[in-house]
């Protein structure tokens, strides 16, 4: 079993559509989360950190159920330029221990005009 | 101000052939990363350094495989007897070594290596 799990897509959408996606991890021990975006032959960037509360940036919301070890990503309102890969990203370590990112493989989003 | 750079951007060699990809991180920045991205897949850990210090080469698939950052600043990745396996985008990242595991790591363009 990969240790991030994502659903490889892609999602054809609609501009203005609503759309969630998925990970799961399989560490316990993974103690920081972030989505990344990574744009067709570009370089992946930080998109957002995810935090237990949950937390929101504009049309995009990050959650994070530890429990479950399932994080989402629900982008709402849908535009052409959200078109992209969304990599889901672990981190196992937390105060120096280590900073190893496990990256899933990636959704790709394509929103249709 | 100026993002991670990578040279050379591709490399053609043949196998067997020894191959070394650069990295200049961003200024300042204390930690250093190394990811090998194959294509449909997310960046896969490879290896990485705190300063001059390597803390942590789990990633680096086998002996042929060996990284460095001297000054702790620019760092290399050596590839041994290349073979046709080893072909991917070679990424590097690095972050501002600030709250471990909270930092954001900022990617380079990477460097497309192909053996033949």
């Known amino acids: 079993r990969k240790e991030v799990e994502q659903d490889p897509g892609p999602f054809n959408v609609p501009e203005g559509a609503t759309v969630a996606f998925n990970c799961t991890y399989s560490n316990s021990a993974s103690q920081s989360f972030f989505w990344y975006r990574q744009d067709c032959r570009k370089e992946p960037k930080l998109l957002m950190s995810?935090?237990?509360s949950g937390n929101e940036d504009g049309r995009f919301t990050a959650q994070l159920n530890r429990a479950s070890q399932y994080i989402s990503l629900l982008i709402r309102d849908s535009k052409l330029s959200d078109s992209a890969t969304y990599l889901c990203v672990v981190n196992k370590g937390y105060g120096g221990a280590t900073n190893k990112l496990i990256f899933g493989t990636g959704t790709l989003l394509a929103v249709q005009p | 101000g100026a993002g991670v750079s990578q040279s050379p951007r591709y490399k053609v060699t043949k196998r067997g052939q020894d191959v070394a990809l650069r990295c200049d991180p961003i200024s300042g920045h204390v930690s250093l990363y190394w990811y090998r991205q194959a294509l449909g897949q997310g960046p896969e850990f490879l290896t990485y350094f705190n300063y001059e210090a390597q803390q942590d080469k789990s990633g680096l698939p086998n002996d042929r495989f060996s990284a460095e950052r001297p000054e702790g600043s620019i760092s290399t990745l050596t590839i041994q007897r290349t073979e046709q396996r080893d072909s991917a985008m070679y990424r590097c990242?690095?972050?501002?070594?600030?709250?471990?595991?909270?930092?954001?790591?900022?990617f380079g363009p990477g460097t497309r290596l192909l053996v033949l």
């Open positions: 995810v935090y237990s």
């Open positions: 990242a690095s972050s501002s070594g600030g709250l471990a595991g909270q930092e954001t790591q900022y």
